[in-house]
């Protein structure tokens, strides 16, 4: 399973992005699939999950009301969709899949129960 996630760059404060996952080697029929974030210093959050292990979608306190996750089934391809973005928002930004899926979208997030993650793509919101 590789994954590759696109779409980050600079933006202003209040701005908006959209990052793209592309999963190869990987189908999403049953699947547990996350966005995550790394600041410099600070450990690994997770953002927003999806899993069919609950048929949920998980958001964390941070993005809940600002970010989006969606899915290309078709494409093989998960979205975060990024608005109203703020300078703590800065960092880099990874796709993860837990491929059975294990675990519900909540705990893939948080304690973050992936098996393959993609190599991340920066975000920086500044002004």
């Known amino acids: 399973v590789q994954l590759q996630a696109s779409g980050g760059g600079l933006v202003q404060p209040g701005g908006s992005l959209r990052l793209s996952c592309t999963a190869s080697g990987y189908t999403f029929y049953h699947y547990g699939i996350g966005w995550f974030r790394q600041a410099p210093g600070k450990d690994i959050e997770g953002l927003s999950c999806?899993?069919?292990?609950?048929?949920?979608?998980y958001y964390a306190d941070s993005v809940k009301g600002r970010f989006t996750l969606s899915k290309d089934t078709a494409k093989n391809t998960v979205y975060l969709e990024m608005n109203g973005l703020k300078p703590e928002d800065t960092a880099v930004y990874f796709c993860a899949i837990d491929h059975e899926p294990r675990y519900p979208a909540r705990t893939i997030c948080e304690a973050l129960t992936y098996e393959y993650r993609g190599q991340g793509t920066l975000v920086t919101v500044s002004s």
């Open positions: 999806s899993s069919t292990n609950d048929g949920l979608v």
